[in-house]
DNA sequence: GAGTAACCGAGACGGTACGTCACGTCTTCTG
DNA sequence: CAGAAGACGTGACGTACCGTCTCGGTTACTC
């Protein structure tokens, strides 16, 4: 009989309004003063709800900031190393051009430093998107012997996300579209075969 | 006359104290336990003697997690652009193998997205070091026709560091040194002219 | 027609159960421990199914702790008023001496202060019965000349209760006895005409 | 050198708006609905700051309404058995007048019967004063043969008290004069020799 | 060698967030 | 409709750190 999950179900507005709430929270006072109280003020739902869907302040974050559907840049194959690694390096740069992201992000590697939850949450989110469309490219690359050398997808991710969220904190966050032009030069020269 | 600072000098010996003992708490419990009452406590100190000496917790840890001096590798051209390429991904490895930066670095990148003291404090240590060595590096292999295109010592060192970062925080601690592999190779390539 | 209350009657074994639960409950936890949600788990009842009962935690344990019939010791007259003040007492002890009355009657005091609903229960309970008997005591006391100096029911009543409960409270649960003996002395000095 | 307490001293004025705050709110809101927050508020307090002196919020309340200092109505014997225990039901109609005292009662006495502090707290204040008073009382009535029975201070001050707590909770808060006054007549009936 | 200014330890202070718990109500599905 | 399950808003709890402050008492320089 499918019994339904017995009892009463969960409102989704709750889900969508807390999610809100969050991004527009983070991008307006930041990760360290976004509160689970805050949170739930905005979004007019109760904190009980709140801690009913998510273990910790930081998960419900990450969720907001990093909706898991379509969450990357959706980085497809155009058959060509060279566009597929600019598109790589810009997508990046899109993702972390986003407010929220740029506020959240600090924060979330530390939390995901001590919560094992979060880590898990991270991993499930960009590896299970990026890391497969990345292998892909890289797969690509080197069917089409377009590549120079191999790397592996997480090194590549790890570079260029790295990169941009190092230079946003201990430099100056204005300054990400000089690094994508010099991250997307140096993988190309490092990586596509000089004679395709 | 120059009046030596009237009234009681320091005791030089708290610094040290205080110091150590936050190195020491964050490779045992973390960065986000490391509080200043334990640090004080471990110290033998007052809590009142760390807040004379330093404004926030955060700015306590970065002094002890990175003691200025000698603070990187010191990283001194070879001059040869691959040797020193591999350098400075060696030391970027070092440094992040060291345990109380592991667990410091991610707790200290978050509270300096917040904090204009300690984003000044890394800027002070990191980059007036390593970026200084960074650029006479490439400054080397330029005049001697090694480099093979041309790139910011920033670019290259946030490459560098925040891949190390985010491997650690959002994939797994232990593998640090194939990404060490990868880099060095993936740089050289880049960076060094084939003919040299 | 007087439609015999359309619709599903209630389980009666629900209402058992629950005034089980309730009662064993405040006498293994105590008053304050005693939740709505243990209750319903130890009674294998939904809390939906108590609250369509009775409308707040403090009614069901007053109706699990004087379950309203034979409340009090059923203090019949014996024609004799010493012998009628020494079975007040002794009623009284006894009933103080139940484990569930010493656990929730504090608790029940303090939500009847707030409640005017458990005030009601009360009243309808102790009051209705014990208030009646003790009036036939003292009005057969009257009649047959024993009565030294009249005295009111409520009065009386209050005064037994509230040592019992003070001592309990405010003393040592186990100092019951004795406090019996010297009250039941005093009553009889105090109340019975001497020649009788 | 006698160092008088290292550290801050707590500052006394904190001490008097909290007790003041609480008794207020006790009368105004009741007991169960004065927090430890509203406290806080209304006396211009941290939290901690109560927390730091105070174990938990019924300590603080009953600080608040039984200031200890001449706690209750100081009851000195007069050299006359029947006097003396007028004066002693007097005291405690006096006492359960207050409408503080009313408010926070049956409060307290619930959670004295679970916490040991609260009850230590009511043994150390009730007890010590009130009792040793009574004990003198009725020592002196013994002595100069007026005490027709003997009855512990215990029994007395416990039949007293839990006569008005019962009659305000389970009756009716204004009527307790005439408690007072058959309380008074039925205690020297039953203490005082006749012939004195 | 007397002042005095800054040190040191201890601990109180106001703030603020945490995550948990119980309350009593409401909503859904199943019998 | 009853009953079980469980979500919902409300609001208090006591704990923990933060960084500041206020004490009494202790050095070392300066005059």
């Not at 109760?46 to 273990?55: E, K, L, Q």
Request: proline share 4%; charged share 30%.
């Amino acid at each position: 009989m499918k019994s339904g999950e017995a009892g009463r179900p969960r409102d989704p507005r709750v889900d969508a309004a807390v999610l809100t709430a969050a991004r527009e929270l983070v991008r307006e006072v930041g990760y360290a003063d976004t509160t689970v109280e805050k949170i739930a003020a905005r979004a007019g739902v109760s904190r009980t709800a709140i801690y009913r869907r998510w273990p910790a302040k930081a998960l419900v974050v990450h969720e907001a900031v990093f909706p898991s559907a379509s969450e990357q840049t959706h980085l497809e194959s155009r058959g060509d190393l060279r566009a597929d690694l600019t598109a790589l390096v810009h997508g990046a740069l899109v993702l972390f051009s986003r407010e929220e992201v740029r506020a959240a992000m600090p924060g979330l590697m530390a939390d995901a430093a001590v919560d094992a939850r979060l880590r898990r949450a991270f991993r499930d989110g960009m590896e299970a998107t990026a890391r497969r469309e990345l292998s892909a490219v890289l797969d690509g690359g080197r069917e089409r012997g377009e590549l120079r050398q191999d790397v592996s997808a997480g090194t590549l991710m790890h570079l260029v996300a790295g990169a941009f969220l190092f230079r946003m904190v201990a430099w100056a966050p204005e300054e990400l579209v000089p690094l994508a032009e010099e991250l997307t030069s140096l993988l190309i020269t490092a990586l596509v075969e000089p004679s395709a």
